[in-house]
Structures are given as structure tokens and as C-alpha cells.
């Protein structure tokens, strides 16, 4: 079946320009994450959505950062006045649920897509 | 402190041999907990969870010890294709908010 997919796959931009970053969650997960991965450095949380709300918007590093989700399906990452250190690679999960004590503990698995690598000149 | 804590290696092992990483966490809320494995400049996936009675999945072990917050993973008989990076993962609950905390991951280098 179809994964998580993002897109573009790669994105090279000039400083100060704004970029826009896409995914598209398996169909019927309601719980998508944002990453970002820095060369040879651990994932970064960034932001969650549990359906189109976002609870924790506590990892976006900085008010250029914004993110949303609508019907509850696609995604989008939006990033103003890029500087050299937004770059990354920007990972998209999503989840069958978040979870609680009712649902299986497997509910919680992300899978993660292939991300999009943003170079920022 | 970290919230979750493992040592970034590497670990260079031959083939054949047994491997064990460790990854702490802080926050004794912590409700679930997951090992991810991720490849060379590709995406993360999920290994395996982590039950409090601990589990085995084939050559792979988890166990968590909630007392002295820390989940390990052991690979018995290590494979050339087991040469990855581990992430500890764990999830916290707050309310309505259910958070992730990943580590920076264990490199692992199995060796011919």
C-alpha cells in the first residue's frame, strides 16, 4: 500500500526566501509529525497534528516556522526568510492514532516518509 | 540531563556476536517506548516496542526497568544488515498531549 509521502524530495533555496514543504500521510492516520534531521544529528521533534489540531507546537524553533493540516490529511511545513541553518531534513510521520490505554501499544508506530532535503544557500 | 540519554558509539562489532545498547530516560511519566532503526540517509522505522515484561522479536531483545528508567536492546548473533543507527524512543502523556522524545540514536557497525 501507499506510504507517507513528501514532497519536494529535494529543495535547494536562496537565504531569506520562504519555502513550503508537503505531506501526505498514509490514508486514515490521524496523528502526523513533523522531524528535522541535521546531517549526523538525531531527529528534532518539531510539531504534531492530532487530526488538524496541533497540541504541541513546542518544537518549531522559531516564529518563521508554521505548519497545518487540513482535513485531517495533507500537510504542509512553511518556512519564512529561510537562513543557512534551516538546513535539514525535513522527515514527515504519521501514526494510526496517538494512542491511549485502550488502543494497542502497536498503534503507536510512526512511519516515516522519505523526507525532503532542504538546502538553504 | 537529556530527556532521553544513549551512547552515540559507535559500536564495532564482528559478525556473529552479541550487542547490548542502553538509552535512559528522565521523566518518570514516561508511558511507552519503542527502539527505531535508521539507515544511512534514510527514513527511521520502527524495530520494536518495548513491554514492561520485556519481549523478543527473533535476535532482538528489549526490556525496560521503569525503576532505573532505562529500556536496553540486545541483538544476539549480529548480521553485516544490522549495521545501523538505534533510536530510543520514548512517549510521554500529558492530558491531551502525547509527546515523543527521541534519542540521538547508537551507531552500530557489524564487521565481517
Known amino acids: 500500500g501507499a506510504g507517507v509521502s513528501q514532497s519536494p524530495s529535494n529543495k535547494v533555496t536562496e537565504k531569506g526566501k520562504d519555502v513550503e514543504l508537503r505531506c501526505d500521510p498514509i490514508?486514515?492516520?490521524?496523528?502526523l509529525y513533523w522531524y528535522r534531521q541535521s546531517l549526523g544529528q538525531g531527529l528534532e521533534f518539531l510539531i504534531y497534528f492530532q487530526g488538524n489540531s496541533a497540541p504541541d507546537k513546542s518544537g518549531l524553533p522559531s516564529d518563521r516556522f508554521s505548519a497545518e493540516r487540513t482535513g485531517g490529511s495533507v500537510s504542509t511545513l512553511t518556512i519564512q526568510r529561510t537562513q543557512q541553518e534551516d538546513s535539514a531534513v525535513y522527515l514527515c510521520a504519521s501514526s494510526p492514532a496517538v494512542g491511549d490505554g485502550e488502543i494497542p501499544i502497536s498503534y503507536n508506530e510512526q512511519f516515516f516518509g522519505p523526507g525532503t532535503r532542504l538546502t538553504v544557500l | 540531563r537529556k530527556e532521553v540519554e544513549q551512547d552515540p558509539g559507535p559500536f564495532n562489532v564482528p559478525e556473529g556476536a552479541t550487542v547490548a545498547f542502553n538509552c535512559t530516560y528522565s521523566?518518570?511519566?514516561?508511558?511507552?517506548f519503542f527502539w527505531y532503526r535508521q539507515d544511512c540517509r534514510k527514513e527511521p522505522k520502527l524495530l520494536m516496542s518495548?513491554?514492561?515484561?520485556?519481549n523478543e522479536d527473533g535476535r532482538f531483545t528489549a526490556q525496560l526497568n521503569r525503576a532505573s528508567q532505562y529500556i536496553s536492546l540486545l541483538i544476539r548473533d549480529s548480521k553485516l544488515s544490522d549495521s545501523a543507527t538505534y533510536l530510543c524512543?520514548?512517549?510521554?502523556?500529558?492530558?491531551?498531549?502525547?509527546?515523543?522524545?527521541w534519542g540521538l540514536g547508537t551507531s552500530l557497525a557489524v564487521n565481517p
Open positions: 490514508s486514515g492516520h490521524t496523528a
Open positions: 524512543v520514548v512517549r510521554l502523556e500529558a492530558g491531551n498531549n502525547r509527546k515523543l522524545i
Open positions: 521523566n518518570s511519566a514516561s508511558q511507552s
Open positions: 518495548v513491554y514492561s515484561s520485556g
